[in-house]
């Protein structure tokens, strides 16, 4: 599964042209992931994690224990310091992978590279 938090529209722009064989879930604070997932997430503020990303993760056990890697959209014009700053925060915070870290709505690169990774990690597919 995917579990994504989406403000602008960026992220759910992304979740809309991934392998639709991937299940999707948009997560709020009180969401509960009981299987291995990816996290996809924005980036707010000048780097950082969302207040509703942090929710879900501080709230529940098994979303921290269930999440395999983490992908986030930010802007490339707010710098590389900031670019992509939740990723970096929940990576270190949770000790879990980058996957991706994607300009605003990204590319088919992107995309290609997020099923790759999915179907290898978490589905066990030898890709």
Known sequence: MIAYAS?????????GRLDKSIPMKE????????DPYYLLTY???????PEVVRQFLSSHEENRENLRGVIASGNAN??????????????QWLRVPIIRMI????NQDDIATISSSYRKMI???QV
């Open 7 to 15: 403000r602008t529209g960026n992220v759910r722009d992304i979740v």
């Open 123 to 125: 589905v066990g597919e």
């Open 43 to 49: 980036t707010d503020k000048l780097g950082e994690a």
């Open 27 to 34: 997560i709020t604070a009180s969401t509960i992931v009981q």
């Open 78 to 91: 707010f710098g590389n310091r900031n670019f992509c700053g939740s990723a970096i925060e929940i990576s």
């Open 103 to 106: 300009d605003l709505r990204g």
